[in-house]
């Protein structure tokens, strides 16, 4: 997903349903030189800051993304003739 960026702007709010926070994580990549850093994490959304914001309107790309949850195999009963 690709975001507008103002010029200053200083954090970025993303709200929608999301699954409980330690459900899924997020991948910023913004278009100028900076950090980021997570400030909220909720299964509303989330809040990023940036270390610098932008001198010019940017962009900042984000993935959301749930681990895998594998599942666990039964151990099969073995029959007893």
């Keep these: 997903m690709n975001f507008v960026i103002k ?3 200083k954090d970025f709010c993303f709200k929608c349903g999301l699954p409980e926070p330690e459900d899924y994580g997020i991948t910023a990549i913004p278009s100028w030189s900076t ?3 997570l400030v909220e994490k909720t299964n509303e959304g989330f809040i990023l800051g940036f270390g610098t914001a932008p001198d010019k309107i940017a962009s900042l790309d984000l993935t959301l993304y749930t681990p895998l949850k594998p599942e666990i195999e039964k151990p099969q009963k ?3 003739k």
Excluded: A, L, M, N
Aim: hydrophobic share 10%.
């Design 7 to 9: 010029k200053g702007q």
């Design 35 to 37: 950090t980021w850093y």
């Design 78 to 80: 073995k029959s007893h």
